[in-house]
């Protein structure tokens, strides 16, 4: 499923806020001891752990093999698959699926066969509780990364899927999902790394963007988003880069 290259290391002391803002979703899940929940597209597994918590037995799964690793070292007690969620064959009825920060990196195309995972893995009235990047997510970073690219003769795809309330619904709506809750909302997000935070969030999470371009023209067009966001996302007093995040949450319900 995603094609970016993920270092497990790097994502967690880099970006550790993943897992911070990640907790709230966990508190809507709401595990309850004894539960069978489905974490997907578990990363390192922090998440996992803090369902695993509750008194869970929790599955988490992930496409990227050094991300499970990372999360089969940190937490040697739980399960964890390696696994792509549109092929991901359950064992059992789960009375939840889980997702955090995991589902924009599905291409647009592919949501209706995880959707279609998720149904079958849940048992009836299972719940499928989650977020992602939702519509405008990032879209000033983005848009910078685009000018640079373009200023340079260069294109590139999205490699990130963020729909909107009314885009998702329905879709959960085929599947069988009936949405209870869904929000869209701006969620600002402060970087780590100070100074070089920015640079440091793209080359992470936005590297396919970057696909093809020497490593000269990356510093210069790092350099250059750099330029065109400080005025705007970057605090001189704290030293920090604040990101336009937008979410997606939901809680929908098998009928
Ligand atoms: C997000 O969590 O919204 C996100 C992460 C990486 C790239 C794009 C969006």
Excluded at 60 to 75: H, L, N, P, T
Aim: hydrophobic share 40%; proline share 5%.
């Amino acid at each position: 499923m995603p094609e970016n290259e993920w270092d497990p290391d790097d994502y967690d002391e880099g970006h550790g806020f993943v897992a911070e803002y990640g907790a709230d979703v966990v508190g809507l899940l709401a595990p309850q001891p004894g539960e069978r929940v489905l974490d997907l597209g578990c990363g390192t597994g922090t998440l996992t752990a803090a369902i695993a918590d509750s008194g869970v037995d929790v599955v988490g799964i992930d496409a990227a093999e050094s991300m499970v690793e990372q999360a089969r070292e940190s937490y040697p007690d739980l399960t964890f698959e390696v696994a792509d969620a549109r092929e991901y064959e359950p064992n059992g009825a789960f009375d939840a699926v889980f997702s955090n920060a995991a589902l924009h990196w599905v291409p647009d195309e592919d949501h209706d066969a995880v959707l279609a995972m998720v149904d079958e893995a849940l048992a009836d009235g299972g719940r499928f509780v989650a977020e992602l990047g939702g519509r405008g997510n990032v879209s000033r970073v983005e848009n910078a990364v685009r000018a640079e690219l373009a200023d340079r003769g260069y294109d590139a795809d999205s490699p990130w899927y963020f729909p909107s309330v009314g885009e998702y619904a329905p879709r959960l709506e085929r599947h069988g999902l009936e949405v209870t809750e869904a929000v869209l909302f701006d969620r600002p997000t402060e970087l780590e790394g100070g100074e070089s935070g920015l640079r440091e969030w793209v080359e992470m999470f936005g590297d396919e963007l970057l696909d093809g371009v020497s490593e000269a023209e990356r510093t210069a067009i790092l350099d250059g988003v750099e330029g065109r966001l400080r005025p705007d996302l970057y605090d001189p007093e704290t030293g920090r880069w604040t990101a336009d995040y937008r979410r997606l949450r939901f809680v929908a319900r098998k009928a």
